[in-house]
């Protein structure tokens, strides 16, 4: 291998890394929603996996059954997870075609 092709190739890596930083930002300001409970608790998360928002409809709140509730709010977060993680490793597949790069989603 020359030293020329090594060199194409090092900034082939590097507009890749560019690119897929970029992509990750980008990726990060998006939102999924996820609901459990047939939409009693609802979950909004960005693409950094960080909740936004939490909406727990009234009639879910029942002191008697906290457990109920608990258990809501973990499956709309759980899935809201899923989603969020989907949709980076989604989108860091149209930079990278599908190859599977060590320490990115997917």
Same mark, same amino acid.
């Given at each position: 291998?020359?030293?020329?092709?090594?060199?194409?190739?090092?900034?082939?890596?590097?507009?890749?890394?560019?690119?897929? +930083?970029? /992509?990750?930002?980008? !990726? *990060? =300001? +998006?939102? /999924?929603?996820?609901? !459990? *409970? =047939?939409?009693? /608790?609802?979950?909004?998360?960005? =693409?950094?996996?960080?909740?936004?928002?939490?909406?727990?409809?009234?009639?879910?709140?029942?002191?008697?059954?906290?457990?109920?509730?608990?258990?809501?709010?973990?499956?709309?977060?759980?899935?809201?997870?899923?989603?969020?993680?989907?949709?980076?490793?989604?989108?860091?597949?149209?930079?990278?075609?599908?190859?599977?790069?060590?320490?990115?989603?997917?």
């Amino acid at each position: 291998m020359t030293k020329r092709m090594l060199g194409d190739i090092m900034k082939q890596a590097q507009a890749m890394q560019e690119r897929l +930083k970029q /992509v990750q930002e980008e !990726a *990060g =300001g +998006k939102t /999924v929603e996820a609901t !459990a *409970g =047939g939409g009693m /608790v609802t979950v909004v998360m960005n =693409g950094r996996q960080e909740v936004q928002s939490v909406k727990i409809d009234r009639s879910v709140v029942n002191p008697d059954d906290v457990e109920m509730l608990e258990d809501l709010v973990s499956a709309a977060f759980n899935e809201a997870l899923r989603r969020a993680q989907a949709m980076m490793a989604e989108e860091m597949a149209k930079v990278t075609g599908g190859l599977k790069i060590p320490g990115l989603f997917g």
